[in-house]
Every structure is written in C-alpha cells, then in structure tokens.
C-alpha cells in the first residue's frame, strides 16, 4: 500500500496518460508496419518527408501554445484566462501562415507525383489543421488536470491512421494517393470531433477573456515566442535529417532510415509524456512558488529517467537484429545499422529532458531555447556534410552527434541557471528519499 499521496495520484495519473502513450505508439507502429509491407520504398520516403513537414507546421501553428497556456496557468491560477482570447488569435493566424507553408511546399519541394499534385496537396490540409485540434484538445484538458481525456486525444490521430493502412491492405491499395487521402479524410474527423467536444463553459471563458481587459496580440506573441521557437527548433532538430536525407538520396534510403527514426521516438515518447503531459503545470507553478517541490521533483524524475533510459537502449540494442527484419522484411535490414546507432543516445535524451524540463521560469526559457538551437544547428550540419557520402548511416551518425551536444549543453545550462539543484544529486538515496516526502507534503499541489 502506497502511503505517499502526491505517488499515489501520479501512478494513477501516469498510468492514464502511459497507457495513451502505449496505444499510440501502437497505433502508429502498425501504421507504418502496415505501409512498409505494402507501399514501394519512394511513395513511403515520400511520405515521411511530408510527416516531418506537416509536425513542423502544427507546431507553428500550436504558436507555443500547449506550453504557454500551461505556464500561465501554473503562475497565474484563475487569473490567466485573460490569455486565453489573444492565444486564439495568435493560433488562428499562426495556423493560416502553416497553410500557406504547405501549400508551398506541395507545389515546390514535395515528391508529388504531377498529375496528382493538387490532389494531394488537398489531402494534406486536414492532416496538418487536425493535428492541430488534437494539440489544443490536450492542452485542455491538460489544464483542467484530466489525464484521461489527455489519453484518449493522444491516441485518436495514430488510431486513425493505423485504420486507414489497415483498409488499404485489405482492398489491396497502396498508392501514395489512397494513403494521403485517407488520413486526410482522418484529420478531417480529429476536427469535428474536437469542436463538438468543446463544452459551453469553455466558450464562456474565451467570450469573458475577451470581454474583459486582455494582453494584446503581440504581447502575446512576445510573452509566448520563446516556447513557439523552442517547438520549431525541435522538430529541426529532431526531424530535419529526414529532409535533408530524403533531399540528397531519396525516397529509398529515407525510408529505411524512418524505421530506424520511429522505433527510437516510440522510446523517446516516454520522457516526452512525462514532461509535456503529467508535471508540465506543476513544475511552472513549483518553479515561481515553491523551490522545494521544484527540486525534489527534479530528483526523482532524473532517477526515474535515467533508468528507464539505460533499460530501453538494453532492450532496442539486443533485440534489433531480429525484431526489424522479421517485423518489416528484407527490405529494412539496413535499418538494424541505424537503430544500433540511433539507440546510444537514448539514455542521454531521456536524462536531458530531466534537465531541460527546469528550465521554465523567467528569463531561464531563452537559454534552453539557444542550447536546442546550437543542436539543431549541429544536426543541420552533421547532416550536411555526412549524408551526401553516406546516406541513411550519416543521418544517424548527425542524429547522435546533436543529441550528446544537446545533452552537454543543458547540463551545463541547469549548473549555471540553478545553482541550487545539482544535476547528478538524483544518484544519491538520501536525496531520493527526502524528495519523495517533500512532494508528499499536504499533498503536493
């Protein structure tokens, strides 16, 4: 019997939004096992390129909302529904300019094939504005603390698709037509479904935010810019190698190196929900009213993922040889390369998101958006210069090179912005077992 309170509300909480994340990260992997059985490598490189373009724009069209509105939240209680009319604004227009992003790209860069170019440039659309719904849907409930309304959206876009690859395989279609399509038709849904389940109280306090005296729209902006940059500069980081593979040697190599890509996010999705999903509100209101509870967060959850970080690098190294060709054919075994080298740095991504996730408060954002940038600049580079000699293989090699400066980085950013939390304390029991009755003080928050 778990006697700690704060422990006994976040492993319930935690197994809410854990068991979304298994069932997306299931959803999504049948998806893909499903098209890489059935579509021709260049249609699926294609694809990922499009993927990573269209996470790029929601993202931008989020306009740094999902952490935002959280911080707000967690300093200002009932007060920050002043936000919440300008951050519509903001998201409206920032949405507008991520379609004519698309639109762009569709016509430009994109491997469309031309006669159906149009086509699937209007299949993209709902794809990019449902992501969208089903970001601001989270952000919701996230902010009414309702882990498992959380859940269910975290899994209503990967459940789609994974329906969708499903019905193509069983009317044996695999054109890059039909899947495009079809997950529009999906994102479509993701937006009807968000709209009616928003409830009238939420339209009440929209209409009383903008009733009432608010901040501007470029206040806004300002207030919100270094959270909209930090998720731009993050998709660059963590996706631009895909483009730049698929750019320099096509639609092939960047198809086997996607599987690598995915197999290695599903493992990176577990510090991900963590820090966005669970403690995201909490550590905002710890960081301006309590350091304590700041701190002794911090303490654990590094132990936490330092953990788990070691044990899913064990599990991805030893299992690799088998598990991606008996999963996805012949066809990817030159993935099994890349995940053996993709998986070295997971350990460091998961103990570098324990030390990023401090990094809320004040002036303490623009360091971690610099050191995220000064990463995606190297991934950029890396890239750039491995790739065109060694393909797939080079983009993972620039993939690990910008995570360990990622990591070194906020390292040293938490030393220098906290002096008062030591970033390796967690390896201590004492400091372990003092952290866990810190947060079990009248409750926690």
């Keep these: 019997m778990i006697r700690n309170p704060f422990i006994r509300r976040a492993i319930g909480a935690l197994t809410l939004l854990y068991s979304g994340t298994f069932l997306a990260a299931f959803f999504n992997f049948l998806a893909q096992l499903t098209l890489a059985r059935s579509m021709d490598l260049e249609a699926l490189g294609t694809i990922a390129a499009l993927s990573s373009i269209i996470n790029l724009l929601a993202l931008i069209g989020m306009g740094g909302m999902n952490w935002f509105l959280l911080q707000v939240v967690g300093r200002e ?130 209409l009383e ?50 599987i690598a890509f995915l197999i290695v996010s599903a493992a990176m999705m577990f510090p991900s929900v963590f820090y966005s999903k669970f403690v995201a509100e909490r550590v905002f209101h710890w960081g301006h009213h309590d350091r304590k509870k700041f701190a002794a967060a911090f303490y654990l959850s590094a132990a936490l993922m330092a953990a788990f970080g070691i044990l899913a690098m064990a599990i991805l190294m030893t299992t690799a040889h088998g598990l991606v060709p008996w999963m996805f054919g012949s066809r990817y075994a030159p993935s099994v390369e890349l995940l053996l080298v993709m998986s070295i740095t997971i350990p460091a991504r998961f103990l570098q998101s324990a030390f990023s996730s401090l990094l809320v408060t004040g002036q303490q954002t623009i360091p971690r958006v610099i050191y995220l940038a000064l990463a995606a600049l190297t991934s950029i580079v890396a890239s750039c210069i491995f790739v065109p000699a060694l393909g797939a293989l080079g983009a993972a090699y620039a993939s690990v090179i910008a995570e360990l400066v990622l990591f070194l980085l906020s390292w040293r950013g938490l030393s220098i912005h906290i002096p008062e939390i030591e970033p390796f304390g967690w390896l201590s029991p004492q400091t372990i077992r003092r952290s866990m009755s810190v947060l079990g003080d009248k409750a926690a928050h």
């Excluded at 920032?94 to 790209?105: D, E, F, N, S």
């Excluded at 969208?132 to 959206?153: C, D, H, K, P, T």
């Excluded at 054109?175 to 939420?202: D, K, N």
Aim: with cysteine; net charge positive.
């Design 209 to 258: 935010s903008y009733r009432h005296p608010h901040p501007t729209l470029l206040e806004t902006a300002g207030s919100a810019g270094p959270f909209l940059v930090f998720g731009a500069i993050y998709l660059i980081f963590f996706q631009g190698p895909i483009v730049i593979l698929e750019y320099f040697r096509g639609g092939t190599e960047t198809a086997q190196y996607n």
């Design 77 to 206: 209680k009932e007060k920050a529904f002043r936000w919440y009319f300008p951050a519509a604004q903001l998201v409206a227009l920032l949405t507008a300019l991520g379609i004519v992003g698309l639109v762009a790209y569709g016509l430009t860069a994109a491997k469309f094939p031309p006669s159906e170019r149009l086509l699937l440039l209007t299949a993209s659309l709902p794809i990019l504005l449902g992501q969208l719904a089903v970001e601001l849907s989270s952000v919701r409930y996230q902010i009414e603390r309702r882990a498992g309304q959380v859940a269910f959206w975290q899994v209503v876009t990967q459940l789609g698709r994974a329906m969708v690859a499903l019905c193509l395989k069983a009317v044996a279609i695999s054109s890059l037509r039909a899947v495009l399509v079809g997950f529009g038709l999906m994102g479509a849904i993701a937006v009807i479904c968000s709209l009616l389940a928003v409830p009238a109280r939420s339209w009440d306090r929209l």
